[in-house]
């Protein structure tokens, strides 16, 4: 049996969650931020190209999801010993900034992308 893991940015893009698994996912995924919000698990910002999902071959064809046991691609140091860090710490607190965008996503089930032009995304533009 073959797993693989699918990126929630691709779920998001699809528009394939429906209302209770959003709900369920924006739960797990705030109570986890809270548990480890000055832990290693969140030197980086949070955002949808870290979250993933194991399946099996099986389960994507099935369309089967279990949205309340995702997994967090999680780099805790770069190869320098130096934190990672997100494009978006130029604000003060880029943690809860990262986490509001995520949740919307997860909310309204599309990617923030695909509402806003990269531009407006941008603070150093």
Partial sequence: MEVRDILLAFILSQGAL??????????????AAWQFYESGWMVQDWTKELVRFLCTLEDRVAG?????????????????????????????????LSLRIL?????????????RPSSFLRPDS
């Fill in 18 to 31: 429906t209302h209770q698994m959003r709900l369920v996912l924006s739960i797990v995924i705030a109570k």
């Fill in 64 to 96: 089967a999801l279990y949205t309340s046991k995702p997994f967090l691609s999680v780099y805790f140091w770069d190869t320098k010993g130096e934190h990672r860090s997100s494009k978006l710490n130029v604000y003060s607190f880029s943690k809860i």
């Fill in 103 to 115: 949740l919307l996503e997860i909310e309204l089930d599309v990617t923030i992308e695909s509402i």
